[in-house]
């Protein structure tokens, strides 16, 4: 972990039908952007999210299978054994107006969506396996 300057801020429509998870990862990575954040908000299909348990260690998958507007989409983007990894966190509204979330899982349809991306320049921030959580986290500050 590190310091980082501001590179290309952009905004992008992912395309209808695409899963929003590969879409995230693809504006990020298409355009040679190694580390950065996003925003998102449009609408999808269905969603499938995730909730990490802490105890087993292990994400237990939750599928929302019907249509729901993405109130906030947030995450980052950095790499995972040379490639461009994507940690996003959704907010759904359902037809009801009740809200679901979670840890964004392939498998989500967009219906529209539009990104708020930063590309963030200097060291390529790297993901590694945390003994302690089990999950594949940035190294602590040294
Ligand atoms: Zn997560």
């Not at 105890?55 to 299978?65: K, T």
């Amino acid at each position: 972990m590190g310091s980082f300057g501001l590179g290309q801020v952009f905004l992008e429509r992912l395309r209808h039908d695409d899963d929003l998870l590969l879409a995230l990862k693809k504006a990020f990575k298409d355009n040679g952007y190694t580390t950065g954040f996003f925003t998102a908000i449009g609408a999808v299909k269905r969603a499938k999210i995730a909730y990490y348990e802490q105890g087993s260690q292990a994400y237990r998958e939750i599928a929302i299978p019907e249509p729901a507007e993405i109130l906030s989409c947030v995450g980052d983007i950095s790499q995972l054994e040379e490639d461009t990894a994507v940690h996003a966190h959704i907010t759904l509204s359902l037809s009801d107006g009740t809200v679901r979330g979670g840890h964004l899982l392939k498998g989500t349809v967009i219906f529209a969506c539009e990104v708020f991306g930063v590309e963030l320049k200097g060291e390529a921030l790297q993901r590694g396996f945390d003994a302690v959580t089990g999950l594949k986290l940035w190294a602590y500050k040294t």
